[in-house]
T-cell receptor, first 115, second 114 residues
Framework: KAGVTQTPRYLIKTRGQQVTLSCSPI?????VSWYQQTPGQGLQFLFE???????NKGNFPGRFSGRQFSNSRSEMNVSTLELGDSALYLC?????FGTGAETQYFGPGTRLLVL | KQEVTQIPAALSVPEGENLVLNCSFT??????LQWFRQDPGKGLTSLLL?????REQTSGRLNASLDKSSGRSTLYIAASQPGDSATYLC?????????????FGKGTTLSVSS
């Protein structure tokens, strides 16, 4: 079974632009979560989607948004990019939502550099 | 607010040594705790998941323990190998909210020399 895939793997943008990142979960997984990883802050939770609905949101500004499609694929969008948005963005999928027993499986990440 | 701390931040050991990585968390109300491995520039690989009702989990040379009452978990690696060199991350899933959001520590970077 294929793992979590993320596209693109690398991205360079300039301040003020917007960016869309894509995540395809493991086949059959219905929950997708997004995380931001930076050297200073470590891994921080962005948001989680299940059945095309945002179920959980971390402490990030409204410039960060996402959505999930009916096939469980998810996209996240960052508008008006700032230098501090440079990070590795990781997507994780799990089978279900809210049972307490899910293992999360992570993709390889998208490395975003904002100049 | 749940906080996860991992000490030490970095560790260097010779091949063959047994070692322990530490993780502490401030709120004992958790659903589970996971240990991950991250190689440079890569995503995370799940190593072990311990449910809140469990005390330990084992996989090969890895053994993870959980003491919820004291807010601690340890990851024991037996007979370390150069291939074990990576950053090890501990994450808890808070028990007071639905969903799968994890709160991560900042990791311990392990270097095993041959």
């Amino acid at each position: 079974k294929a793992g979590v895939t993320q596209t693109p793997r690398y991205l360079i943008k300039t301040r003020g632009q917007q960016v869309t990142l894509s995540c395809s979960p493991i086949s059959g997984h219905r929950s997708v979560s997004w995380y931001q990883q930076t050297p200073g802050q470590g891994l921080q939770f962005l948001f989680e989607y299940f059945s095309e609905t945002q179920r959980n949101k971390g402490n990030f500004p409204g410039r960060f948004s996402g959505r999930q499609f009916s096939n469980s694929r998810s996209e996240m969008n960052v508008s008006t990019l700032e230098l501090g948005d440079s990070a590795l963005y990781l997507c994780a999928s799990s089978l279900e939502f809210g049972t307490g027993a899910e293992t999360q499986y992570f993709g390889p990440g998208t490395r975003l550099l904002v100049l | 607010k749940q906080e996860v701390t991992q000490i030490p931040a970095a560790l260097s050991v010779p091949e063959g040594e047994n070692l322990v990585l530490n993780c502490s968390f401030t709120d004992s109300a958790i659903y589970n705790l996971q240990w991950f491995r991250q190689d440079p520039g890569k995503g995370l690989t799940s190593l072990l998941l311990i449910q809140s009702s469990q005390r330990e989990q084992t996989s090969g040379r890895l053994n993870a323990s959980l003491d919820k009452s004291s807010g601690r978990s340890t990851l024991y690696i037996a007979a370390s190998q150069p291939g074990d060199s990576a950053t090890y991350l501990c994450a808890v899933r808070p028990g007071n909210q639905a969903g799968t959001a994890l709160i991560f520590g900042k990791g311990t970077t392990l270097s095993v020399s041959s």
